[in-house]
């Protein structure tokens, strides 16, 4: 198993940037993907960005070039770089791996950005 610890959030203001990061423990021999989800109030946890452990990526279309998702594997850590924030960029920001096939979660970290 895997635990996954996420820092990184706050307050920012709109068009500020933030950068997330997610370190995860345990048996991380078994990890392939790994990535961010969100989750805003009242709306479901979404994807945001994901990469392999080869350094592809996949990104939600709501995120249009404003965000960059990077690795590193020795150090067990995925980052989220966000530039550009909006107001409706606020959420509570999960850190996801995929172990073995199966997801892993972390608590998440909260990021608001204000108008």
């Known amino acids: 198993q895997v635990q996954l610890v996420e820092s990184g959030g706050g307050l920012v203001q709109a068009e500020g940037s933030l950068r997330l990061s997610c370190t995860a423990s345990?048996?991380?021999?078994?990890?392939?993907?790994m990535g961010w989800y969100r989750q805003a109030p009242g709306k479901q946890r979404e994807l945001v960005a994901i990469i392999s452990s080869g350094g592809g990526t996949k990104y939600a279309d709501f995120v249009n070039g404003r965000f960059t998702v990077s690795r590193d594997n020795v150090q067990n850590t995925v980052y989220l770089q966000m530039k550009s924030l909006k107001f409706e960029d606020t959420a509570v920001y999960y850190c996801y791996a995929d172990w073995f096939g199966r997801d892993y979660w972390g608590l998440g970290t909260l990021v608001t950005v204000s108008s």
């Open positions: 345990g048996s991380t021999t078994g990890i392939n993907a």
